[in-house]
């Protein structure tokens, strides 16, 4: 079965440091991972994703994702932290290609930028 | 992205009484929807997944006579809350998909008194 951990609750970043949000998988087949951010009250907003190609992933504000097949990880990045990133983020797996299969979320990492 | 719309945004209704909820795809087709719900703090859980004419197919635990849904057409579900209670109080999130990305309503915070 498809599973995502996500190790952190909560990731606190001073503002304009680099920030990283941990993910790891695991799945049966080839992984389609993705990464969505949720303000309060509010769906999830896409911010990337991993089907095949390039390890790193460029998303969006500025965001990206090194996918990393030996250590099962996925974990997000941004060169420079805003106040505005403070959010929850949730890193997913599809357990397969089609608009059908099911995506399992991992438990969340809530991000806090303080200025 | 894709736009979809989920209304309403929050509701609050007295025990007993069904509540619906919409969701739409404005400029897509969505073969299949998702329904979640997510308490505070917590991570989204499928609750059930339909193909467009199709009955949904509920994930353990989730009680079908409780959280109707219908899936008319390419563009509405809908995801009717009957005779609520106060554990059903929740945030309900819809995700049509069309493709290899999904997408997400913004969200039904259902309180029931």
């Known amino acids: 079965a498809q599973s995502v951990a996500q190790p952190e609750d909560q990731v606190n970043v001073a503002e304009g440091n680099p920030l990283t949000v941990k993910c790891t998988y695991s799945?049966?087949?080839?992984?389609?991972l993705f990464w969505y951010v949720q303000y309060p009250n509010r769906g999830l907003q896409f911010l990337l994703k991993?089907?095949?190609?390039?390890?790193l992933v460029k998303g969006s504000y500025g965001f990206e994702a090194e996918f990393n097949k030996s250590q099962t990880s996925f974990h997000l990045k941004k060169p420079s932290a805003l106040v505005s990133d403070s959010a929850l983020y949730f890193c997913?797996?599809?357990?397969?290609?089609?608009?059908?299969?099911?995506?399992?979320f991992g438990s969340g990492t809530r991000l806090s930028i303080r200025p | 992205g894709a736009v979809v719309s989920q209304h309403p945004s929050w509701v609050i209704c007295k025990s007993g009484t069904s509540v619906k909820i919409e969701c739409r795809s404005l400029?897509?087709?969505?073969?299949?929807m998702f329904w979640y719900r997510q308490f505070p703090k917590q991570s989204l859980m499928l609750m059930a997944t339909?193909?467009?004419?199709?009955?949904?197919?509920?994930e353990q635990g989730v009680e079908k006579d409780k959280f109707l849904i219908n899936h008319a057409s390419l563009t509405l579900s809908t995801l009717t809350v009957t005779s609520a209670h106060p554990e059903d109080s929740s945030f309900y999130i819809c995700?049509?998909?069309?493709?290899?990305?999904?997408?997400f309503g913004q969200g039904t915070r259902l309180t029931v008194v």
């Open positions: 339909s193909n467009e004419g199709s009955k949904a197919t509920y």
């Open positions: 400029d897509f087709q969505a073969t299949t």
């Open positions: 799945v049966s087949g080839n992984p389609y």
């Open positions: 991993y089907i095949t190609g390039d390890n």
């Open positions: 995700s049509p998909t069309g493709g290899t990305e999904a997408f």
């Open positions: 997913a797996v599809r357990e397969g290609y089609s608009s059908a299969s099911k995506i399992i």
